[in-house]
């Protein structure tokens, strides 16, 4: 509940993800577990879909975050091995938009024609990590931690248009003058490797830390993608003949690549009973890369978009460079009891101008930067400690790019409307945390 920021002075199980150095200055052997008893996401995008055609989602889930264990060797004791399963990330989001109407779509047919267009987008991302750790005390004041991580990601998108236009006939049907098909999905899981190399030293009340995450190396081996691509259009004159693109591919190798991060933190007593923490977090850029690594092959008959069709089996990743901070404020207001209160920011990573679709597609849909606030108030006596609090983040970006444009369609684009930069994003989840930590005594 302190944000992220204890890089520079943890001291509890949780130090094999924040700072393995912490690790060296664990007491007593232990057993932690922490869940967010339940969270509630909202997302909403003014304009998503067209001019005042919003797109909204609200998710409503419980996700376990972690089950974290130590223990120290009576003949070693300045070695603390530490084990944990952990919940490192969990989001889903869906949303539907639909607009009807009547207008001369079709230039080359006379007076109006009715016109709908439908749009769907769902995603759900989790993402597991399995670790152990070991921390070294090299003296009173110094200690050494490594961490190595087995990461589990797994990701579920599916993206999905369909616009028509069409007349009614004296018989009471219709007849479809043209149409516009593009349905993308994409699945996959991805196993990948990384380490956690950390430190941390004490003054007489100053503590400092730091450590580095390396990137995550993938295991193609056991991480594989299924996506299937379909586009058919049928536009006169623009098309003169229905045409068709699509393909479907499983067991595709797929790589994920995470940047190197370094941490570094501080603590410091500020009074008597209340202690500050503060930590910045720097993440390196990634370049524009291909997520699947296996030779997809295309089906159809006819290319619809030209350039060539390379990139229309691609699913594209970019990130930029970005500097993170977390603060963090703990007051104890007696021998058992304290109250913890934490922020940080997380801003978007995403590097959008270097994401160009080239007829690939962009798995990223995350468009803004959030704001994160948690509190809450802990007790600790010597067998257990336990921690009860309350955590939320919000975020809001305008100007962005419109993920389709269901109104004012045009037939020269194929059905759709020109896209704009005239989306308004926001974001905001609330939740309760728990956690509970039992510590192992001798009798």
């Known amino acids: 509940m302190l944000g992220g920021s204890m890089v520079g002075n943890v001291r509890d199980n949780s130090a094999i993800y924040y700072n393995p150095g912490g690790m060296a200055f664990t007491e007593k052997a232990s057993i932690s577990a922490d869940g967010d008893a339940i969270y509630l996401d909202f997302f909403n995008h003014e304009n998503g879909a067209g001019e005042d055609v919003d797109m909204e989602s609200l998710i409503l889930e419980a996700i376990p975050s972690a089950l974290i264990g130590s223990f120290k060797s009576e003949k070693r004791p300045w070695l603390t091995m530490n084990y944990a399963l952990m919940n490192k990330n969990a989001s889903k989001s869906s949303f539907n938009a639909q607009y009807s109407g009547v207008a001369d779509v079709m230039s080359d047919h006379p007076g109006d024609e009715n016109y709908l267009g439908t749009y769907s987008f769902s995603n759900e991302t989790r993402e597991d990590w399995v670790i152990l750790g070991r921390g070294y005390k090299v003296s009173e004041r110094l200690g050494l931690g490594i961490s190595t991580v087995i990461a589990f990601l797994s990701q579920k998108q599916s993206e999905k248009y369909n616009i028509s236009t069409f007349v009614p006939t004296a018989d009471g049907t219709v007849n479809e003058l043209g149409y516009n098909i593009n349905e993308t999905d994409l699945n996959y899981s991805n196993i990948g490797l990384l380490f956690k190399v950390g430190w941390s030293y004490e003054f007489d009340k100053l503590r400092i830390g730091g450590n580095i995450t390396t990137p995550r190396l993938s295991i193609l081996a056991v991480s594989k993608a299924y996506i299937n691509r379909n586009n058919q259009v049928s536009v006169s ?145 010597k067998t257990i400690s336990l921690n009860v609090g309350i955590i939320s983040a919000f975020g809001k970006s305008s100007g962005n790019e419109q993920l389709v444009n269901l109104i004012d369609p045009k037939d020269e684009n194929l059905l759709l409307g020109n896209i704009g930069n005239t989306v308004n994003s926001s974001f905001l989840r609330l939740g309760v945390v728990l956690g509970l930590t039992f510590f192992f005594t001798k009798s």
């Open 237 to 381: 004159p623009y098309t003169d003949q229905p045409t068709k693109k699509s393909f479907t591919q499983d067991k595709i190798p797929v790589q994920y690549k995470s940047p190197w991060i370094f941490d570094l933190g501080i603590s410091y007593p500020i009074s008597k009973k209340g202690v500050a923490f503060i930590t910045v977090a720097y993440f390196s850029k990634i370049k524009k890369y291909d997520q699947l690594k296996g030779n997809v092959e295309l089906s159809g008959p006819e290319e619809i978009l030209d350039p060539s069709e390379e990139n229309y089996s691609a699913v594209f990743q970019a990130y930029k460079p970005i500097f993170n901070i977390a603060i963090g404020y703990e007051h104890r207001l007696n021998d058992h009891y304290s109250v913890l209160t934490g922020f940080r920011t997380d801003f978007n990573y995403s590097d959008l101008e270097e994401l160009d679709e080239d007829l690939g597609y962009i798995s990223t849909f995350s468009n803004y930067t959030l704001y994160h606030l948690t509190g809450g108030i802990g007790y600790t006596n």
